[in-house]
């Protein structure tokens, strides 16, 4: 069972992450997700019924035909299907047939269109985060229903709360290190993270910070930008709470001495 739910995660991961590439490019350039979601983003038109074919499309048509300009990011549409087909993976071994996964796997999702926005454009847009919360969130309600783990809905409300307070802090002290996407994204992690336990969100939020400061400092050394250099943090606290959620159980036991 739970090998099955992992190859429908993957499976899924691999079509809708591919397939996501139109919301990453069209929400990160502000523009309407309206037909046809494959368009030439030089000249408008469409792009043809194999541009949106599952998984290949991108690899079918390269070039516009009716102006013959490359279509933009023409790999990204890959790379988005590969990364969602191993994050869903993931989850999917670690969660198998637990009804918690129907909330994680959309989260899985949602993270990694929300950290290519944010490495492209120093931007985590609310026109992903706020449907994020609000599928994640009554999903999270019925998982605790389904198993009557009310006590997981509590730990993530505090662990959201508690996040989100503490983001919005550094942001006020810190406005140009860390932007309110970062808060609303911290909160989401934090609750997500919680339903498991509060040593989850912690976890989420040490491995965010950690794989920050180390990856900041590594792309300072390259680009030689010293302490001005940008880097976005939702993709380092997008891979805390996969960490947290794939990971957290032997983690936060190795960090808090607990028997598991
Ligand atoms: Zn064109």
Redesign the pocket.
């Known amino acids: 069972m739970d090998a099955l739910v992992t190859g429908v995660c993957a499976a899924g991961g691999l079509v809708l992450g591919e397939a996501m590439e139109v919301v990453v490019e069209r929400v990160g350039a502000r523009r309407p997700l309206t037909r046809p979601w494959e368009a030439?983003g030089?000249?408008d038109?469409p792009l043809g019924a194999a541009a949106g074919a599952p998984v290949v499309g991108s690899l079918v048509v390269r070039r516009?035909p009716?102006?013959d300009?490359p279509r933009a990011h023409g790999r990204r549409a890959l790379v988005l299907g590969a990364v969602s087909a191993l994050v869903l993976g993931l989850l999917g071994g670690r969660f198998g047939a637990d009804a918690v996964v129907a909330a994680y796997a959309p989260l899985g999702l949602s993270l990694v269109a929300l950290s290519a926005v944010d490495l492209e454009r120093y931007l985590l847009p609310n026109r992903i985060l706020y449907p994020t919360v609000a599928v994640t969130g009554p999903l999270l309600v019925i998982a605790s229903a389904v198993d009557h783990r009310w006590g997981s809905l509590g730990r993530a409300a505090l662990s959201a709360l508690v996040a989100f307070v503490a983001f919005l802090g550094v942001h006020l002290a810190v406005p140009r290190g860390m932007g309110f996407g970062d808060v609303r994204l911290a909160g989401l992690v934090g609750g997500a993270a919680g339903w498991l336990g509060f040593g989850h969100a912690f976890v989420a939020f040490l491995v965010a910070f950690g794989l920050g400061a180390v990856i900041g400092l590594v792309v300072m050394a390259v680009t030689r930008g010293g302490r001005k250099t940008r880097v976005p943090f939702g993709p380092f606290l997008a891979a805390g709470a996969l960490v947290a959620l794939v990971w957290g159980n032997p983690i936060a036991n190795a960090l808090f001495h607990r028997g598991s």
């Open positions: 030439c030089e000249c038109r516009c009716h102006c300009t």
